[in-house]
């Protein structure tokens, strides 16, 4: 997991500088979060990352990906008409088949909105392999032929109710544009 982080800071930062937040993002695909101020955003093709301390201390993480793409650690895959409880079982198995995640360990899986859309939140600590400890409280959702998903990841020791209270707020505002 660090590995796939420091890859994705190096990768988008040398080709975008941070960029200060606090208006909409409309993501080349489709779609919308109103971005938190005061947080710097990093971007890439494939993910949208924003943070307020750095990515090894917190950051708010949004991708969207295809249906019919497979993950790299679990033979799972997405279904259209799946309940979003097999999605979230689906993700709960490629992320505790991660190497680089250790010490997994699941603190709440359940439904719930991600903007206005029915989906799920999982919620879990994990450790890195170098001990360092992690909160992830995970939302997600399928949507036509895609998934969508919003996380917020925490060091153990900086984790804090007024980036949360911010994370709640991007999900209240996460909005799929019809294309």
């Not at 993501?27 to 005061?38: D, F, M, T």
């Not at 903007?115 to 170098?130: A, E, P």
């Not at 360092?132 to 998934?147: E, S």
Request: charged share 25%.
């Amino acid at each position: 997991m660090k590995k796939f982080l420091w890859l994705l800071v190096v990768t988008t930062t040398a080709c975008a500088p941070g960029i200060q937040t606090g208006s909409f993002y409309d993501n080349p695909v489709n779609y919308r979060v109103e971005l938190p101020a005061q947080w710097v955003r990093v971007e890439s093709a494939k993910h949208y990352m924003m943070t307020k301390d750095g990515p090894f201390t917190q950051y708010i993480l949004i991708q969207q990906r295809p249906l019919d793409k497979p993950f790299k650690h679990t033979k799972k895959v997405f279904n259209k008409g799946m309940l979003p409880q097999e999605a979230a079982e689906v993700v709960l198995d490629e992320i505790a088949s991660d190497r680089f995640v250790m010490n997994f360990h699941l603190v709440e899986n359940g439904p719930a909105k991600l903007g206005q859309y029915d989906g799920f939140r999982v919620v879990f600590t994990y450790k890195t392999k170098k001990g360092k400890a992690y909160k992830t409280i995970y939302h997600g959702l399928l949507k036509g032929d895609w998934f969508y998903s919003v996380r917020y990841n925490v060091s153990e020791k900086h984790d804090s109710l007024t980036a949360f209270e911010t994370f709640e707020k991007v999900l209240s505002n996460f909005k799929i544009e019809e294309v």
